[in-house]
């Protein structure tokens, strides 16, 4: 190797190794949630419970999203396990009326419109767009993009974007993509506000 | 081999370094993420996100009490838009502009959000934050040092009076020797107790005087904005209504072509104070042509001596000469009203003084000859809000007008300017007086005020809705809070309590407006009167409505209580005319032939006061009304608005 | 008037507004009502009628007579919400502006907009507004901002689309209940619902039971400037000659017009 390819790669190798490795880890900041939560707990068989228990629509078609205290109250006025966040559930945001300030990973940006309802009624099961998540036993860290301020989520767990798995990315894209799969508008106003 | 870098190896490596980044994400990240940046809140405010939820409210900005539905967003809820209440009976799902941004006004840059120390400086007024307790105790200072030396030691005025929260005020103040409780005099009451008109029924004496807006074929505006929501805006569906079918014709007699007298089938332009000499040659039309109601006619026998001799002078000719008016326009537009059912209203244009109570004499005389006030009338009868009886002893309530000038040492203002004007007050004043402003906004007459106790805004604290001006049946409403008011406002119920603490007096502690609202609730399903209008559903009988708790219930979810009209829907009418030598009649005279003295310009022009002050008094206005004017020209603000073709031909 | 014939293949809805002018008084409710539904700033102290924003302006007009004899008319005009030609989407070189096959509705997307305003010029109804500043609201405002339209930066052009996130929300009450079509009475733009005098009727105009439709049918009915061919959504109604004419431009100008734009 002459010590002119010798440099050209001594310079390439750490700038893709920053490109690739360091710069996702240093764009996307960290935030654990606020309290540990299994869906699997809730889903799996002891529970029994399906995703339209607690993520409902509203009676004017609004979802609400993640749902509010006195949801989890009507199971948990008072800890039903013995884990310490449970405990942390009921004596720090229960007792205490706050409600929790859980991080939302799928959360779209001010300009999009998306109605659950609309989606939910053409047969979209909630695992195309959120994949497994009703199903994880434990709340993996919220990373949020520190330029653009946006949820890791919309853009997908991998920087490349390649061979993603349908629920993995939520940017425009995406939604145009499955939208022209099924022959729905594409139309700006159709998802923007 | 011997390691060695030259300048070359190094931009190799840099050349290399350059190729690896284009390789990874970062440049395309990057770019994609910066352009997203420059979208973001930094430029933009992001909207709040939660719940949506709809509550029901009205707004108490001004006396027509409109019933508003707030949607609201998170918890605890935000109100982020308003609208009417759709079937209201009384404001018919109408909201004037300033309605529709009701909820910026809390934010206003002129609101107070605490007690506050004014002072008049160059240039404006600058308030200067104080603590509740100390600006309690200066008060109290200045009450305790006007007991020598004023007459009047204390006198709170109550700019709107006759709700509950007014009676709360007078608790207080009975336990201090000398205080007062003043209200502004009732103009409807003034005005025609200046006639010595008095409706009555078989009952005896009818309540206040109302307008039933479906009767008049013409009607004859002295400056009302009667298109401009007078009243409540849900009279102006009414009027639109009936001036596209042809049913009744509007007549504008207005100095400036005011939003009224745009939208009116005629504008008769009138030099600035000279109402009263109009209204008198219609009179005077009216009188020498014959065209008097007969029953009227049949009544008054001296109408025929002392009223022609009073009308004389304002022949058409002369009352041409006065105010500008056409001698033939006045002439047919008498004999018009006389033709078909016709009613005459006078009131100050928004932005000016109010009518004086002599130029209101001299248009109500009109519905009097006219017999408007009479069977068949469009001046009808209502009956009274049924009140509640409350123990204990209140302070004693005085029409400010009463007061001895210069006699109060020290004046509280509950409220906003909204009739009243500070030349009225200031007159009434000690000359070291002390004035304190309850006022949630540093505007209007709290400007004149050397201490500023902010009360909770509209939106901001339980209140009711009292019958509008004119409207011919009582209602009742109630203005739920839908945000908390700043930590440091004060309801003037409560400040008065504490003014009696501080002054050694035991007062009670406020009964607070929910229970004094019930007790009204009770009075009213006493009564047994009246339909309770409830938002998307059928008018059902008081009976019905569940009891005082049930009746205030539905109120606070956006319903409506709407009086039935006096069983005797023809009041007979009794009146005397007064002698031409009565001290008021001179003055109505002096005013008709020389117009309001304060209105008379050397140079005959007439400047309109600055700004739209409208229905809402003194309130500021909401900072997106700039699109109304600024930014659209749909107010004019400019000369156009403020000169009229009078003045400027004698410019 | 005749209704034109759909111009975009595949609309499923027409959706316009017939304004009866003997019926608005001037108030300006509509103005206001749209301003907050839409989240429009108050205007920056330098800000006139030119450079303000207003997703619906309220014209005053009169008929040139001599005081006092001058009748006034006010005219409130939305986005007119083009049919055929659509001068701002033929020029937009971003395609930040397009018809929604679905309504009919004009669409403006801010966030893809580049600020270049030809559009602006291409508008022959001054229906669009620049943002010149950045938005400003008095401290503690931007908590009363509707959630169902986002706000917009300086540089972008914005402009009436009827409301079109109450056509979302009624679409989305509609699929909670099982419906795929939105029902009439549950999509009002914010003006039609302001409006205190009931000047404004809005629905879908190739219904023909709607109101709508009937009343665009009805007699006196006009469009602005129809000769150029827009065909616009938003239908004027006026039993007054004179303001029928100066739809058109056809009332002589004599400096002495009040309105300006």
């Not at chain 1, 939520?170 to 998802?191: P, Y």
């Not at chain 2, 982020?80 to 809390?106: E, I, K, Q, R, Y």
């Not at chain 3, 975009?8 to 019926?23: A, K, P, Q």
Request: proline content about 8%.
């Amino acid at each position: 190797m002459t010590s002119r390819s010798f440099a050209f790669v001594a310079g390439l190798t750490p700038a893709l190794v920053v490109g690739w490795l360091g710069f996702p880890r240093l764009l996307y900041k960290r935030v654990e949630q606020p309290l540990s939560f299994s869906h699997k707990v809730h889903t799996g068989e002891k529970g029994g419970m399906a995703c339209a228990d607690c993520h409902a629509l509203g009676p004017d078609g609004r979802f609400t999203g993640i749902p509010r205290l006195e949801k989890c109250a009507g199971c948990h006025a008072q800890p039903i396990g013995t884990t310490a966040d449970e405990k942390r559930f009921v004596d720090d945001y229960l007792n205490k009326g706050q409600e929790v300030p859980w991080l939302v990973y799928s959360r779209q940006p001010d300009n999009v419109h998306f109605p659950h309802a609309v989606h939910i009624g053409k047969k979209v099961p909630c695992e195309r767009c959120h994949g497994p998540h009703g199903t994880t036993d434990t709340l993996r860290a919220w990373q949020v993009n520190r330029i653009s301020g946006y949820s890791r989520d919309i853009w997908g767990p991998r920087i490349t974007r390649a061979f993603r798995r349908p629920w993995e990315g939520m940017k425009m894209n995406d939604c145009i993509r499955c939208h022209a799969e099924r022959g729905q508008s594409s139309s700006c106003l159709a998802c923007h506000k | 081999m011997r390691l060695s870098f030259t300048r070359r190896d190094v931009l190799f490596a840099a050349t290399g370094s350059a190729a690896g980044l284009v390789l990874s994400p970062v440049p395309w990240k990057l770019l994609g993420d910066s352009a997203i940046w420059t979208q973001r809140s930094r430029f933009a405010p992001e909207t709040l996100r939660g719940d949506i939820t709809t509550r029901f409210s009205a707004c108490t900005l001004c006396p027509a009490g409109c019933a508003l539905r707030a949607r609201c967003v998170g918890m605890p809820a935000v109100p982020v838009s308003l609208t009417g209440v759709a079937g209201h009976p009384v404001t018919h799902g109408a909201l004037c502009p300033t309605g529709f941004a009701l909820h910026h006004l809390m934010r206003h840059p002129l609101r107070l959000t605490g007690p506050a120390q004014i002072a008049r400086r160059k240039g404006g007024v600058e308030a200067t934050s104080r603590m509740a307790d100390a600006v309690i105790a200066s008060v109290a200072d200045a009450v305790r040092s006007a007991r020598t030396a004023a007459k009047v030691p204390l006198a709170v005025l109550d700019l709107r009076p006759g709700r509950m929260a007014s009676l709360e005020c007078r608790r207080p103040l009975a336990g201090i020797p000398g205080a007062l409780h003043v209200v502004p005099a009732s103009r409807e009451a003034s005005t025609f107790e200046a006639m010595r008109i008095r409706l009555e029924g078989a009952e005896g004496a009818v309540g206040p005087l109302g307008i039933d807006l479906d009767k008049p074929r013409t009607i004859v505006s002295f400056g009302a904005p009667l298109r401009e929501g007078w009243g409540t805006p849900g009279t102006v569906p009414v009027l639109v209504t009936r001036q596209n079918q042809g049913s009744l014709r509007l007549v504008q007699i207005e100095a400036h072509r005011s939003p009224t007298a745009e939208c009116a089938d005629r504008w008769l332009p009138i030099r600035p104070g000279t109402e009263a000499a109009v209204a008198l040659g219609l009179a005077h039309v009216l009188v020498t042509d014959g065209l008097v109601a007969p029953e009227v006619a049949r009544r008054a026998r001296d109408l025929d001596a002392s009223f022609r001799t009073f009308v004389a002078p304002f022949e058409p000719s002369a009352a041409e000469r006065i105010s500008g008016i056409p001698a033939s326009a006045l002439r047919s537009l008498a004999h018009e009203m006389a033709e078909g059912s016709s009613l005459a209203i006078g009131s100050g244009a928004p932005g000016t003084e109010p009518l004086g109570p002599e130029e209101e004499s001299a248009i109500a005389a009109l519905n009097l000859l006219l017999g408007n006030a009479g069977p068949n009338g469009s001046v009808v009868g209502r009956h009274e809000l049924p009140s509640p009886t409350l123990e204990g002893s209140l302070a004693t309530e005085v029409p400010l007008t009463e007061l001895a000038d210069g006699s109060v040492g020290v004046l509280v203002i509950d409220g906003m300017a909204e009739t009243v004007s500070w030349t009225l007050i200031a007159s009434k004043l000690a000359k070291t007086a002390t004035v304190v402003s309850l006022s949630p906004w540093l505007t209007g007459l709290s400007l004149h005020a050397s201490w500023a106790v902010p009360s909770p805004a509209p939106l901001e604290l339980l209140a009711e809705v009292l019958p509008p001006a004119g409207a011919p049946v009582a209602s009742w409403g109630l203005a739920l809070p839908l945000v908390a008011p700043p930590e440091n406002a004060m309801a003037p119920a409560v400040f008065l309590s504490r003014l009696a603490t501080a002054l050694g007096n035991t007062a009670p502690a406020p009964e607070g407006a929910e229970a004094l609202l019930k007790r009204r609730a009770a009075a009213i399903v006493a009564a047994g009167r009246g339909k309770v209008f409830v938002p998307g559903g059928a008018l059902m009988a008081v009976a019905d409505a569940g009891g005082p708790n049930g009746l205030y219930e539905k109120l606070s979810e956006g319903g409506a209580w709407i009086d039935d009209p006096l069983s005797t829907p023809t009041p007979l009418l009794r009146f005397t005319l007064l002698p031409p030598t009565h001290q008021e009649v001179a003055s109505l005279a002096a005013v008709a032939t020389l117009g309001r003295p304060e209105r008379q310009g050397d140079a005959g022009a007439f400047l309109e006061p600055e700004g739209y002050v409208g229905a809402t008094g003194a309130a500021p206005e909401p900072t997106i009304l700039g699109k109304l004017g600024r930014e659209s020209l749909l107010r004019a603000t400019g000369a156009a608005r403020r000169s009229t073709p009078v003045a400027i031909r004698e410019v | 008037m005749k209704s034109a014939k759909k111009l975009v293949d595949g609309e499923t809805h027409r959706y316009g507004m017939v304004i009866d002018l003997d019926r608005c008084t001037g108030c300006g409710a509509c103005m206001v009502a749209c301003a907050v539904e839409n989240n429009v700033p108050p205007g920056d102290p330098a800000a006139n009628e030119r450079t303000g924003i207003s997703w619906l302006r309220v014209y005053r007009m009169n008929d040139g007579q001599p005081l006092p004899e001058t009748r006034t008319a006010f005219v409130p005009v939305p986005c007119q919400q083009c049919g055929a030609k659509t001068p701002c989407v033929s020029v937009c070189p971003q395609n930040a502006v397009e018809i929604d096959r679905s309504s009919g509705i004009v669409g403006q997307i801010p966030v893809r907009c580049l600020g270049c305003r030809y559009c602006m010029a291409a508008c022959p109804y001054h229906a669009r507004s620049f943002n010149w500043w950045d938005p400003a609201w008095p401290a503690g405002m931007k908590e009363s901002l509707n959630p169902d339209v986002s706000t917009r930066t300086r540089g972008v052009v914005e402009k009436c689309n009827f409301c079109f996130h109450r056509l979302q929300a009624a679409r989305a009450k509609a699929a909670a209940a099982g419906s795929r079509e939105e029902s009439p009475g549950d999509y009002l733009p914010a003006c039609v619902e302001a409006c205190p005098t009931s000047a404004f009727l809005f629905g879908d105009l190739d219904d023909p039971t709607s109101d709508v439709a009937k009343a665009a049918e009805g007699k006196g009915t006009f469009r602005l400037l129809e000769k150029l061919g827009t065909d616009p959504k938003v239908i004027y109604r006026s039993a007054r000659p004179w303001i029928r004419q100066m739809a058109d431009g056809a009332l002589p100008r004599n400096g002495k017009e009040e309105h300006r734009g």
